[in-house]
T-cell receptor, first 115, second 109 residues
Framework: EAGVTQFPSHSVIEKGQTVTLRCDPISGHDNLYWYRRVMGKEIKFLLH????????ESGMPNNRFLAERTGGTYSTLKVQPAELEDSGVYFC?????????????FGPGTRLTVL | DQQVKQNSPSLSVQEGRISILNCDYT??????FLWYKKYPAEGPTFLIS?????DKNEDGRFTVFLNKSAKHLSLHIVPSQPGDSAVYFC????????FGTGTSLTVIP
């Protein structure tokens, strides 16, 4: 069974540009999460989808970030316009069961560098 | 404000010895705790978890201990193997997942 995949693996853009990250969860997983890790710091929650609906987007830093999950399958996270502080590794995770007792399966991450 | 803290950024242990990774948290409402292991260029992978109603959970060489009164949990790996070298993240589950900053474990052959 394929795991969580993310595209691209790396992205280098200039400040002010737009970048779109994609996450394909494990097939059948209704729950999809986005996280971000800034260099050397903790992995921070960004948002949680249940199917196509945003269950919790309290971790989204600001309105330059837009996440979508059309059709409840893959998800995209768009940053527009990108700022220097957006640099980091963006992880996507998916799980079957919602709630505190699930095990989330993480993708390899997308390393975003904003110059 | 960081709710889950791993105060040791790195740890080196000799192969065969015990590795102890520590984690502290601030929110007494957390009901589930997890440890994830991460290799370079890969996403974190689930390692072991413990419910807040327990104080110990063991899975092979890995044991997690939870001290609720101290708001502290630890991961014991024994015996440590070179393949255990990775970054270990502690996570706590409340209304969402909160991760620590990670501890980089190096097991020296």
């Amino acid at each position: 069974e394929a795991g969580v995949t993310q595209f691209p693996s790396h992205s280098v853009i200039e400040k002010g540009q737009t970048v779109t990250l994609r996450c394909d969860p494990i097939s059948g997983h209704d729950n999809l999460y986005w996280y971000r890790r800034v260099m050397g710091k903790e992995i921070k929650f960004l948002l949680h989808f249940v199917k196509e609906s945003k269950q919790d987007e309290s971790g989204m830093p600001n309105n330059r970030f837009l996440a979508e999950r059309t059709g409840g399958t893959y998800s995209t996270l768009k940053v527009q316009p990108a700022e220097l502080e957006d640099s980091g590794v963006y992880f996507c995770a998916s799980s079957q069961v919602q709630g505190g007792y699930n095990e989330q399966f993480f993708g390899p991450g997308t390393r975003l560098t904003v110059l | 404000d960081q709710q889950v803290k791993q105060n040791s950024p790195s740890l080196s242990v000799q192969e065969g010895r015990i590795s102890i990774l520590n984690c502290d948290y601030t929110n007494s409402m957390f009901d589930y705790f997890l440890w994830y292991k991460k290799y370079p260029a890969e996403g974190p992978t689930f390692l072991i978890s413990i419910s807040s109603i327990k104080d110990k959970n063991e899975d092979g060489r890995f044991t997690v201990f939870l001290n609720k009164s101290a708001k502290h949990l630890s991961l014991h790996i024994v015996p440590s193997q070179p393949g255990d070298s990775a970054v270990y993240f502690c996570a706590a589950s409340g209304n969402q997942f909160y991760f620590g900053t990670g501890t980089s474990l190096t097991v020296i052959p």
